[in-house]
């Protein structure tokens, strides 16, 4: 296995997360706001989840937002966003994904549908 692949395959599962915590929160917060398949211009976000996502446009922003930012992260392996020292969301945006990551990680947990790759990530 190459190095490479294995930043990949992290990266991955990280933005396969991330879809699927905003995912959860918007269908159960935002159930009334109207809500589209999720196509952002960086990520074919669709085949990566397995999945077609269906989000708000304020979550398909914070999506996209998440989703630029973990793919950019200088670090390798990438520390959990509450111990890194760049803190590179921005402050809005963090604010947001703090709320999103509480909200479904209960959700998850609830449902025995999560891991400790919970905690690594954030
Ligand atoms: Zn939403």
């Given at each position: 296995?190459?190095?490479?692949?294995?930043?990949?395959?992290?990266?991955?599962?990280d933005l396969?997360?991330?879809a699927d915590f905003i995912d959860i929160y918007c269908s159960h917060k935002h159930a009334d706001v109207p809500r589209a398949p999720?196509?952002?211009k960086t990520h074919?976000?669709?085949a990566l989840v397995g999945k077609e996502v269906c989000l708000c446009d304020e979550c398909k922003k914070l999506l996209t937002h998440a989703f630029v930012k973990r793919s950019t992260c200088p670090f390798n392996p990438?520390?959990?966003?509450?111990?890194?020292?760049?803190?590179?969301?921005?402050?809005t945006y963090r604010e947001q994904i703090k709320e999103v990551m509480k909200y479904s990680g209960k959700k998850l947990v609830?449902?025995?549908r999560i891991?400790?790759?919970?905690k690594l990530l954030f």
């Open positions: 296995m190459t190095e490479f692949s294995l930043i990949d395959k992290t990266l991955d599962r396969r997360l991330l999720v196509d952002i074919d976000v669709t990438k520390p959990a966003c509450k111990h890194c020292t760049e803190h590179c969301y921005h402050p609830l449902s025995g891991d400790y790759l919970f």
